[in-house]
């Protein structure tokens, strides 16, 4: 399932690589990057092995279990095993909704703090005497009569807060022990609908643990960090509508982001509780919970179960999945489910193959469909304006999810799935794309200064809610327009789009290409300069019938929904026009290089300048100016 | 550092007697407010940018 510790090569003494990591604190599963010396982030595995490191601790006798150890505790010892303690982070006892899924150890109210929710656990301690009395501390009736040498059974209190202080603690320590230093800050995750309280009571426990927090990082953060450092993948633009599909255990999170140069911000986000890699289980446990009843004769009811012999058996089959899946998502084979004595005695084993597993799972993945097509008119768009589409969170390492999403996308949508990065942990990898983002946004603000006015004021845009992130952005995009006779297009001629619409402003872009100038030895070069009307054109046509086609009478005709990005002229700005300096001739016809840059200011102010760059060195400047309004 | 996108396009010559259309006078369109995800490289120029109060040209060097 994971792969052993140490895959990822420690970096060695190089004072320029800070000591500093990134975490992605889920809900039900946490990961750990670091830097490499290469500049990239990569996740490591803690001593147990794991990448992905349940959120999960558990206490059994004087033994305190962290990690995917501690989950296998929900099994028998679960009243003693918290987990879904992120998502409480920074909420009352009042807010927690009564009949909030309690797989693990109760949500209490807090003996001594009013309106704090907080987990009682049984544990042994080791030296009953001196007892650290603390209130939260009640020792257990049994007290008076064990003797004095013998570990006692004792309730233990603990907060939201604490929990996950001593979880984020072991994901530290996981990491010195790796990196073998002190790591000096962190970068953690944040999901986009937390509010302040959350994101307070999440730095505070992660000081507690003695973390820098270098910063509380949305996930759409992480995930754009990570997607635009490095080379921009083959097929996009480092300008592009990117669609982030976050699926984890108990949430589906999209966003939709526009990229522009690396500067990212959210066009429209969305999330539902209702879908998830647990309802992707509670479909697989009934399968299976079926196989079993099939084979052996056992009645199973699970999701719900009532019985309590099924409800342990119901968490079985959902640990047992856990490999099931992964296997599903790794290889294009299938993959077992294996339970000892999951009921009466009887062990069950049961295989799937992808397709049968696609098609017990199609609900969730129809879901999330219709969910994105929501998000993508919720801000104005069709899916044909998006270009890529990345994946974050475990259940959406399911291929058969990018194959349902797909289908409405163009045909050239990019995935990680057609760039063939998500398996064997390769960039695209949606279950270590948010920590590498931390890591690396982690490596750039251990890097800032703090020296002066400037310097602080830098590093300050950096938290939530800064002047700095609030930014003006344009609306249309601009472009180029070069008049060609008797075009064929309804343009009139060759547009080459320059500055995107949703591009975040003061803004720069700089193209450069050959411009064909005839044979004539006029040499002139001209364009106009447009604000574009861009849609998404869609038309029914009819289906071509195959060639030997027979009975058209009887089949009906078959329509297809053809989509089509267009774009119009709208307004003119204004043109630019000069004679070429720096043509070359080859095979009769002038050619020169032109680099085009246009900006928009802060103001909207546009300036456009055109520049001629021959063997012999760059030519003149020509500039023209469209004013704010 | 500039980022000059690379075009492979390359526009054919202008028609006979075409001449420039004169400026139309016209603003772009309205900006829109929008909230940046305070993440990354970009972020950090733009941020930058803007604390030293620097051009583009300015911001290259
Ligand atoms: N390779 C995989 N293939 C399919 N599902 C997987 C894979 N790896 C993990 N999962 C599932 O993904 C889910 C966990 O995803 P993730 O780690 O993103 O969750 P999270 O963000 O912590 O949770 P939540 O959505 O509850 O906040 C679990 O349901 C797990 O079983
Ligand atoms: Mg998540």
Known sequence: ?629 | MANIVELSVVPPPLPQGWTPPAASGKSISPLVERKLLPAGQAYLAHVRRAVHKLTFEEHDK
């Open chain 1, 1 to 629: 399932m994971s792969q052993p510790n140490g895959s990822a090569e420690a970096p060695i003494e190089v004072s320029a690589i800070p000591t500093v990591v990134g975490i992605n604190f889920g809900n039900s599963y946490a990961s750990i990057a670091v830097l490499t010396k290469e500049g990239t982030a990569e996740c490591i595995a803690n001593e147990d092995g794991e990448r992905q490191i349940a959120c999960a601790i558990a206490f059994q006798g004087e033994e305190l279990y962290i990690g995917n150890q501690a989950k296998h505790q929900l099994v028998k010892n679960s009243q003693n095993t918290i987990t879904g303690f992120r998502n409480l982070l920074g909420k009352k006892f009042s807010e927690i909704p009564a009949n909030a899924l309690s797989v693990s150890a109760p949500v209490i109210q807090h003996p001594e703090i009013a309106d704090e929710p907080a987990y009682k656990v049984k544990v042994l301690q080791a030296s009953p005497s001196p007892l650290p009395t603390t209130a939260s501390n009640t020792p257990a009736a049994s007290k008076t009569a064990t003797p004095r040498s013998e570990p006692v059974q004792v309730d233990r209190v603990l907060t939201v807060s604490e929990v996950t202080t001593i979880f984020l603690k072991s994901l530290i320590k996981s990491a010195e022990d790796f990196l073998g230093k002190k790591v000096q800050g962190a970068v953690i995750t944040v999901p986009g609908w937390f509010e302040q309280a959350q994101k307070d009571a999440l730095e505070k426990a992660a000081n507690d643990a003695d973390i820098t927090v270098l910063q509380l990082l949305e996930e759409a953060g992480a995930a754009a960090v990570t997607t635009t450092s490095g080379p921009v993948p083959e097929g996009l633009s480092a300008d592009r509508t990117q669609l982030v599909v976050d699926l984890g255990a108990s949430a589906l999170s999209l966003y939709l982001l526009s990229i522009r140069q690396g500067l990212a911000f959210s066009l429209a986000t969305l999330s539902d509780h209702s879908i998830g890699g647990d309802a992707i289980d509670d479909k697989l446990i009934k399968h299976f919970a079926k196989e079993f009843t099939k084979k052996t004769k056992v009645p199973l009811t699970v999701c719900p179960a009532s019985d309590p012999q099924d409800k342990r058996a119901e968490a079985k089959l959902r640990l047992a999945l856990e490999h099931t899946k992964r296997t599903i998502s790794a290889s294009p084979g299938a993959a077992t489910c294996s339970v000892e004595s999951l009921k009466d005695g009887f062990d069950f084993t049961g295989t799937i193959t992808r397709l049968r597993f696609d098609m017990e799972v199609r609900p969730i993945y129809d879901s999330v469909y219709k969910k994105v097509g929501e998000l993508v008119s919720a801000a104005g768009l069709d899916l044909y304006d998006v270009d890529e589409i990345v994946y974050v969170g475990g259940s959406a390492s399911l291929p058969g999810l990018d194959e349902a999403l797909s289908q409405g996308f163009p045909e050239n949508i990019v995935t990680p799935f057609t760039q063939g990065t998500v398996v064997g942990g390769g960039v695209g990898d949606p279950t270590t794309i948010l920590a590498r983002g931390c890591a690396l946004q982690a490596k750039i603000l251990a890097q800032l200064g703090e020296g002066t006015e400037e310097e602080r004021e830098v590093k300050a845009s950096f938290t939530h809610g800064h002047q700095y992130t609030q930014s003006k952005a344009t609306s249309k995009t601009i472009g180029l327009l070069f008049p060609e006779e008797g075009a064929e297009n309804a343009l009139g001629g060759q547009w080459i789009p320059v500055l995107l619409r949703e591009t975040p402003v003061p803004a720069r872009r700089i193209v450069a290409f050959n411009v064909d100038l005839g044979e004539g030895e006029e040499k002139k070069v001209g364009f106009e300069v447009w604000e574009a009307k861009e849609g998404v054109k869609i038309e029914k046509v009819k289906l071509p019938k195959l060639e030997g086609e027979e009975e058209e009478e009887e089949e009906e005709e078959e329509e297809e929904e053809v989509k089509e990005k267009t774009v119009e002229k709208e307004t003119l700005l204004t043109s630019l026009s000069f004679a070429a300096q720096h043509a070359t001739k080859k095979g009769g016809r002038w050619t020169t290089r032109l680099e085009v840059t246009a900006i928009v200011g802060e103001d909207g102010a546009l300036e456009v300048s055109a520049v001629e760059v021959g063997a012999s060195g760059r030519g003149e400047k020509n500039v023209v100016t469209v004013p704010a309004a």
